[in-house]
């Protein structure tokens, strides 16, 4: 789902489904000018991650008069981080890392938060794009998929901010505990509640 024209290659990507981020996923070079944190904490701050929703789908195509439209039947959300966009200057500190994969697991109940609102336009009306060709018409689908997940998109920015700021950054530990483990107990509740296989698994 990102906006982003440039396609990372397969192995840039690394699934949240996969394994708990590492200190060499980190792929890409620390900026000489690293952005600062937003006040009073405006240091330059010490990582960054790239984290996206992505999604995979099955869909079925008719012809009606002289458009197709293409319905979808079955769709997968993921969180994905792009380890060529991510960084970490302080790669030895595990405190960091898992500041970091708070990020990631938020990333991940953003695609718990996708897959739901499909799910539920599609329990209530055919979820279909049209188009003169079945090649237009899957990608009009794919565009109504971006649109009705927004909103998810978003949240996460939202949340990805909160959670840097009310954590500091990572610094604050007593806080950053509390938020990390507010994150598990959602994600632990997400998964038994979804019946999909959304992990893939």
């Known amino acids: 789902m990102a906006d982003d024209p440039r396609a990372p290659s397969a192995d840039d990507l690394l699934d949240h489904a996969e394994r708990p981020l590492r200190a ?3 792929r890409a070079r620390v ?5 600062r944190g937003e006040p009073p904490d405006e240091l330059p701050i010490a990582a960054y991650s790239e984290t996206d929703i992505r999604f995979r789908f099955d869909s079925r195509t008719r ?6 439209v293409t319905r ?3 769709i997968v959300f993921s969180a994905v981080v792009d380890r060529s966009r991510s960084w970490n200057a302080a790669p030895d500190d595990p405190s960091l890392l898992d ?3 708070g990020h990631f697991d938020l990333t991940r109940l953003a695609a718990y938060d996708a897959q739901d609102a499909v799910r539920r336009r599609m ?3 055919p979820f279909e794009g049209r188009g003169s060709t079945e090649r237009a018409a ?4 794919k565009r109504r998929i971006l649109d009705e997940c927004r909103s998810v998109r978003e949240e996460l920015a939202k949340d990805r901010a909160y959670f840097d700021k009310r954590t500091r950054y990572g610094t604050d530990r007593g806080i950053e505990r509390e938020e990390r483990n507010r994150q598990k107990e959602r994600l632990r509740i997400a998964r038994a509640g979804d019946a999909s296989g959304l992990s893939g698994k």
């Open 63 to 68: 012809l009606a008069g002289r458009e197709s």
């Open 123 to 125: 329990a209530s009306t």
């Open 99 to 101: 500041h970091l994969q």
């Open 31 to 35: 900026p000489d000018d690293r952005p």
């Open 24 to 26: 060499d996923d980190f």
């Open 72 to 74: 979808l039947t079955r």
């Open 138 to 141: 899957i990608e009009d689908l």
